[in-house]
């Protein structure tokens, strides 16, 4: 869960915390990574809060990105509200690997699968941004490139042409990282006026064309190119805490969804194109996504919407006692955040199953089995 003291892991049987509260989690959610007050950068395994790694790093650094394993971190100095210069750390098991000071306000997104190549937000103009492009950070020269193009798989790798950068102007919802494509999915809203950087290299192609007011940014951690998939109306038009995103890992799917405007999508985790449309009953409020092989369920409001992940219907709607704050599933039911608790739903009827106390919870974010 999420709270004030930042992620926190408590058991489902007792509501008992396990663990310290840390700053960032793998992409699976197994490894906690906390910075300690002596410095030391720790990794926790999430279900126990055994250490299993502890680093020393110099200096008063934050927590920034974590590779999939934990097996590298990085970290970053400097001020998180615009900055002229950006110290960068990376470390991994057996201490610092990297110390790179660089011009400008560079943010740590994620690593490459090689361990070599680190991807940042490039932040524009780094002492008062308003915009950022996410480009490449060698490691072991400490050189800035901007991404490849996306290729046809004959290996060549080409650079996207300095004026066809995309700049990012919007918010940056939420993100999710599909493992069997080693692609980092994020979620963007409110940019009517963007261009991608298929459109930056194709002048004209969006003449005549609506404004896209939300897209999915599609980073390969694998081969270092990006793509947007654009979403469709009315995505993006309404409150930003509708929007929501998750990973349908056992289809190779991403699902979106709006719940302030009640539109769902479904977009292929490979193809790259969003393969159907869903909807439901527009709800105000914040939103959660979160997928099982056989059910993908929306909480927004005082409501749950399922559906079925196979044949994409809508095959339930379950009311809630409160708002909801976060869901996620597991095989032993469906976990909804409410105020200072968890609710545990059966997930064949939507009953409620169990309550678990969560004290300054503010977002119910995994379960781990």
């Given at each position: 869960?999420?709270?004030?003291?930042?992620?926190?892991?408590?058991?489902g049987?007792?509501?008992?915390?396990?663990?310290a509260?840390?700053?960032?989690?793998?992409?699976?959610?197994?490894?906690?990574?906390?910075?300690?007050?002596?410095?030391?950068?720790?990794?926790?395994?999430?279900?126990?809060?055994?250490?299993?790694?502890?680093?020393?790093?110099?200096?008063?650094?934050?927590?920034?990105?974590?590779?999939?394993?934990?097996?590298?971190?990085?970290l970053?100095?400097?001020?998180?509200?615009?900055?002229?210069?950006?110290?960068?750390?990376?470390?991994?098991?057996?201490?610092?690997?990297?110390?790179?000071?660089?011009?400008?306000?560079?943010?740590?997104?994620?690593?490459?699968?090689?361990?070599?190549?680190?991807?940042?937000?490039?932040m524009?103009?780094?002492?008062?941004?308003?915009?950022?492009?996410?480009?490449?950070?060698?490691?072991?020269?400490g050189?800035?490139?901007?991404?490849?193009?996306?290729?046809?798989?004959?290996?060549?790798?080409?650079?996207?042409?300095?004026?066809?950068e995309?700049?990012?102007?919007?918010?940056?919802r939420?993100?999710v990282?599909d493992?069997?494509?080693?692609?980092?999915?994020?979620?963007?809203?409110?940019?009517?006026?963007?261009?991608?950087?298929?459109?930056?290299?194709?002048?004209?192609?969006?003449?005549?064309?609506p404004?896209?007011?939300?897209?999915?940014?599609?980073?390969?951690?694998?081969?270092?190119?990006?793509?947007?998939?654009?979403?469709?109306?009315?995505?993006?038009?309404?409150?930003?805490?509708?929007?929501?995103?998750?990973n349908?890992?056992?289809?190779?799917?991403?699902?979106v969804?709006?719940?302030?405007?009640?539109a769902?999508?479904?977009?292929?985790?490979?193809?790259?194109?969003?393969?159907?449309?869903?909807?439901?009953?527009?709800?105000?409020?914040?939103?959660?996504?979160?997928?099982?092989?056989?059910?993908?369920?929306?909480?927004?409001?005082?409501?749950?919407?399922?559906?079925d992940?196979?044949?994409k219907?809508?095959?339930?709607?379950?009311?809630?006692?409160?708002?909801?704050?976060?869901v996620?599933?597991?095989?032993q039911?469906?976990?909804?955040?409410?105020?200072?608790?968890?609710?545990?739903?059966?997930?064949?009827?939507?009953?409620?199953?169990?309550?678990?106390?969560?004290?300054?919870?503010?977002?119910?974010?995994?379960?781990?089995?």
């Open positions: 869960m999420r709270s004030g003291d930042g992620l926190s892991v408590l058991d049987a007792t509501g008992r915390r396990i663990g509260a840390a700053a960032l989690t793998t992409a699976d959610g197994r490894r906690l990574v906390t910075v300690e007050a002596d410095g030391r950068v720790v990794v926790r395994t999430a279900a126990t809060g055994e250490v299993v790694a502890a680093t020393a790093v110099r200096g008063s650094m934050r927590l920034a990105a974590v590779a999939p394993d934990a097996g590298l971190i990085a970053v100095d400097g001020d998180p509200a615009g900055r002229a210069q950006t110290t960068i750390v990376v470390a991994g098991p057996t201490g610092e690997r990297h110390r790179l000071t660089l011009p400008g306000f560079v943010q740590p997104e994620a690593f490459s699968v090689s361990g070599t190549t680190l991807f940042v937000l490039d524009l103009p780094p002492e008062h941004p308003d915009r950022y492009r996410v480009r490449a950070l060698d490691l072991a020269s050189s800035l490139r901007a991404l490849n193009l996306v290729g046809d798989n004959s290996g060549v790798k080409v650079l996207v042409p300095t004026a066809a995309e700049e990012m102007r919007g918010e940056g939420q993100a990282f493992a069997g494509s080693s692609r980092l999915f994020t979620l963007y809203s409110h940019q009517p006026d963007h261009q991608h950087v298929r459109d930056l290299l194709n002048p004209g192609a969006r003449d005549g064309k404004d896209v007011h939300a897209f999915v940014h599609t980073l390969s951690v694998t081969d270092g190119w990006a793509y947007c998939v654009d979403l469709p109306t009315p995505f993006g038009t309404g409150a930003i805490e509708g929007l929501t995103i998750a349908a890992a056992a289809a190779a799917e991403i699902w969804a709006d719940a302030g405007k009640g769902l999508a479904v977009i292929h985790a490979s193809a790259l194109v969003v393969i159907q449309e869903l909807s439901c009953t527009a709800t105000a409020g914040p939103a959660a996504l979160a997928a099982s092989p056989e059910r993908v369920y929306l909480a927004a409001g005082r409501r749950v919407f399922v559906f992940a196979r044949s219907t809508a095959v339930a709607t379950w009311d809630l006692p409160a708002p909801a704050a976060g996620a599933v597991s095989a039911g469906v976990y909804v955040g409410q105020p200072g608790a968890i609710v545990r739903l059966e997930p064949a009827s939507g009953a409620v199953a169990a309550v678990i106390a969560a004290p300054g919870l503010s977002r119910v974010e995994r379960v781990i089995e």
